[in-house]
């Protein structure tokens, strides 16, 4: 349950909001003008406060203003009796929940104060847990003494502080995620949002990037605020930016460009200030050659460039992150040396991910003494990638490449789920290719 403050100058719509609020367990407080709210708030710490945008004395949206300012975590609920879109769009950049038309339904509005609860109560979870991990994400705690590595370091921190757009490359499991999180920490920017584009099919990762209107497509039943929105004065980060579609490539142009944009089935214009900072294990200079990826958004994203090398190329660094690693899974017998040379020898492709991995199986194995040769997987013992006897033979009586091909296709749409950008991925295909040679076999999706 919750402590609310209710604040408009008609006295009924406060006392039925209160008693319908009070049916629900929550603890009610009333103010009938923003400067009677102002001078309650630092005594009463509401979670959640919800106020008419038009009242006698100074308006709805100059509380909103100040308590965005001086209490972050305090969700904010308007309302407002003249249904005007652009003060909607107002409230909202300026941080509200949500507004509301009156007059409203209550079962409406008991359902939004129970969000902004959850909303309220994660943001005091993810405050309480920044300040532990302070220390751990900023890119002065990222492991890196090779001078690639290193570089890449010192470029990111040279653009933290900017609003330039920053386009992370580098291979699976080289850290690029991490890497976009010490450079939004740099950055003292509010939040940090990160969506995977590759996970999701085209219709929901639109709606998840720029949201969506009640009723704008089956199962929409309520308005559903985008990421583009939720991350104003924060950062976005865009993973495996190459995967999406075309349609979507030509939105995030416009947003890149104008910074404005619509929520699905929606007419009126947002604004977001959200910086952008996106990411691909992809070659889009080829995917750009191919047609599969607009050169327009590619030179958008490409402002600042920042390439993470692969483990294999700096190798030096596996001693720290092996340390690192150790010390996170609370292994505290250490690692025998000459492991670290056996580390040292193999060579990662799955990068500081498939490390990491190894890592952890082995302090389970090790049961708390120090880590062996033994306590490794059995390819990395020997040095050799676990995939490394796949290549195909061919038989003395011949091959049909086709069929092969077909064969592979649908091996990796099995493994897929039947998502044809992560099978693309497994087939090292762009996903227009992997449409093309689908049609050609004559495969139906899975």
Request: hydrophobic share 40%; net charge negative; glycine share 8%.
């Amino acid at each position: 349950m919750g402590n609310v403050l209710i604040v408009d100058d008609e006295g009924k719509l406060r006392a039925l909001l209160a008693m319908a609020l009070d049916s629900q367990g929550h603890s009610i407080h009333e103010a009938e003008s923003t400067e009677q709210a102002l001078t309650q708030l630092p005594s009463l710490m509401p979670e959640v406060v919800i106020t008419d945008l038009r009242m006698e004395g100074k308006p709805g949206l100059e509380l909103l203003q100040t308590i965005k300012k001086e209490y972050p975590l305090i969700e904010v609920i308007v309302m407002t009796a003249f249904a005007d879109g652009k003060t909607g769009i107002e409230a909202m950049r300026l941080g509200a929940l949500e507004y509301v038309a009156k007059p409203f339904e209550m079962e409406e509005m008991l359902l939004l104060v129970e969000r902004a609860l959850e909303k309220h109560n994660l943001g005091k979870e993810v405050t309480s847990l920044r300040k532990k991990t302070e220390t751990n994400l900023s890119l002065d705690s990222l492991t890196g003494q090779s001078p690639k590595m290193r570089h890449a370091i010192a470029q990111a921190k040279i653009v933290a502080q900017r609003d330039t757009t920053i386009l992370i490359r580098g291979k699976s499991g080289t850290g690029k995620e991490l890497f976009a999180r010490g450079i939004h920490w740099e950055s003292n920017r509010k939040t940090f949002l990160p969506i995977n584009c590759g996970a999701l099919p085209e219709n929901l990762l639109e709606s998840e990037l720029f949201g969506h209107e009640k009723g704008s497509f089956t199962g929409a039943t309520t308005r559903k605020i985008g990421l583009f929105e939720k991350a104003n004065e924060g950062t976005i980060f865009l993973d495996e930016i190459g995967d999406i579609s075309p349609a979507l490539q030509l939105k995030l142009l416009r947003v890149l460009q104008e910074r404005e944009f619509s929520r699905v089935g929606g007419t009126a214009i947002i604004t977001t200030s959200a910086r952008v900072i996106a990411a691909t294990n992809r070659n889009l200079e080829e995917a750009v050659s191919e047609g599969d990826f607009r050169e327009d958004l590619y030179y958008r994203l490409n402002v600042f460039p920042l390439m993470l090398p692969a483990l294999s190329e700096r190798k030096d660094d596996i001693p720290d992150l092996v340390d690192r690693f150790c010390l996170k899974y609370k292994h505290f017998q250490g690692i025998a040396p000459q492991v670290l040379d056996t580390l040292k020898l193999y060579a990662w492709p799955g990068n500081v991910r498939e490390l990491e991995n190894c890592i952890e199986r082995s302090t389970i194995i090790a049961g708390g003494e120090t880590i062996l040769a033994t306590h490794l997987p059995e390819h990395i013992q020997q040095c050799k990638t676990p995939y490394a006897s796949a290549s195909v033979q061919l038989p003395d009586e011949g091959i049909s490449l086709d069929e092969l091909e077909k064969s592979l296709i649908l091996q990796a749409l099995q493994k897929a789920d039947g998502n044809k950008s992560q099978a693309a991925k497994l087939l090292g295909i762009s996903r227009r290719a992997m449409y093309s040679k689908m049609k050609t076999h004559g495969i139906e999706g899975l």
